[in-house]
Nanobody, 117 residues
Framework: VQLVESGGGLVQPGGSLRLACAAS????????MSWYRQAPGKERELVAT????????NVADSVKARFTFSRDNLKNTVYLQMNSLKPEDTAVYLC???????????WGKGTQVTVSS
């Protein structure tokens, strides 16, 4: 099983990035997908979760008005559209897959997002 994140980088405040997480080796539609982030010296934080079919999302209050989470089950990929980025959004963003019935979960290695002028 592999979860491979992409799309991170350096962006100025107010800018946008679109992260992607491509999954392989698992029945993608059986997995609830999430994005977490971890900033230096801080706890890992849940950013957003999306249901197996993509019809339901939960997004952290701190980013709700700015981030959109979506998935494409045909491409085995989830996306995190991040707009109006702030310096406090700087973190490593990690993709997480959890089987809907529990018992199996996987992490990606993460992609760095840096928001700085």
């Amino acid at each position: 099983v592999q979860l491979v994140e992409s799309g991170g980088g350096l962006v100025q405040p107010g800018g946008s990035l679109r992260l992607a997480c491509a999954a392989s080796g698992l029945p993608f539609s059986a997995y609830v997908m999430s994005w977490y982030r971890q900033a230096p010296g801080k706890e890992r934080e849940l950013v957003a979760t999306i249901s197996r079919g993509g019809g339901s999302t939960n997004v952290a209050d701190s980013v709700k008005a700015r981030f959109t989470f979506s998935r494409d089950n045909l491409k085995n990929t989830v996306y995190l559209q991040m707009n109006s980025l702030k310096p406090e959004d700087t973190a490593v963003y990690l993709c997480y897959a959890r089987h809907f019935a529990g018992g199996m979960d996987y992490w990606g290695k993460g992609t760095q997002v840096t928001v700085s002028s």
